[in-house]
């Protein structure tokens, strides 16, 4: 059997994470009235593990039963979806004033406030991810 060669994987060896640009919202406009790209970039598994813990819930047992863990899917597609955002930030303490919240999920809702909108990003944050088709369920979940 051939040795293979591990130096291919050594830190500094992958090529450099790219951003990448999609329109998902024909609603805001630049000053020429060209639709204006969102900016994703994919995000890593070590954060996507972060947010599905943020986004579960300890639910108590009831009557001597012990306490269960649910993650809140539609939470947890949406801040995946905030974090592969470069651009707008959905976290930018502006934006969420302008919209009177404080959470960046609820900011997403409303600047993407159409199912058709929602759904494009969701789908642009998933391809910039690579992630598969299985991811789906979850978008729909979200949108719902």
Same mark, same amino acid.
């Given at each position: 059997?051939?040795?293979?060669?591990?130096?291919?994987?050594?830190?500094?060896?992958?090529?450099?994470?790219?951003?990448?640009?999609?329109?998902?919202?024909?609603?805001?406009?630049? $000053?020429?009235? /060209?639709? =204006? &790209?969102?900016?994703?970039?994919?995000?890593?598994? +070590?954060?996507?593990? @972060?947010? #599905?813990? $943020?986004?579960? /819930?300890? =639910? &108590?047992?009831?009557?001597?039963?012990?306490?269960? +863990?649910?993650?809140? @899917?539609? #939470?947890?597609?949406?801040?995946?979806? =905030?974090?592969?955002?470069?651009?707008?930030?959905?976290?930018?303490?502006?934006?969420?004033?302008?919209?009177?919240?404080?959470?960046?999920?609820?900011?997403?809702?409303?600047?993407?406030?159409?199912?058709?909108?929602?759904?494009?990003?969701?789908?642009?944050?998933?391809?910039?991810?690579?992630?598969?088709?299985?991811?789906?369920?979850?978008?729909?979940?979200?949108?719902?």
């Amino acid at each position: 059997m051939t040795e293979r060669n591990m130096s291919f994987f050594m830190k500094g060896q992958a090529k450099p994470i790219e951003e990448v640009e999609e329109v998902v919202s024909t609603r805001y406009l630049d $000053e020429e009235g /060209k639709p =204006i &790209p969102f900016v994703f970039r994919p995000i890593s598994s +070590e954060r996507i593990e @972060e947010l #599905r813990e $943020e986004s579960t /819930k300890r =639910i &108590p047992g009831k009557k001597g039963q012990p306490a269960q +863990e649910k993650v809140d @899917e539609s #939470r947890f597609a949406i801040k995946m979806g =905030i974090e592969s955002t470069v651009f707008p930030n959905f976290k930018q303490k502006e934006l969420l004033d302008s919209y009177g919240v404080s959470d960046p999920v609820d900011v997403v809702r409303k600047v993407l406030e159409t199912a058709g909108e929602f759904a494009a990003w969701c789908s642009a944050y998933q391809r910039a991810n690579k992630l598969d088709d299985d991811f789906e369920e979850m978008i729909e979940d979200a949108k719902n």
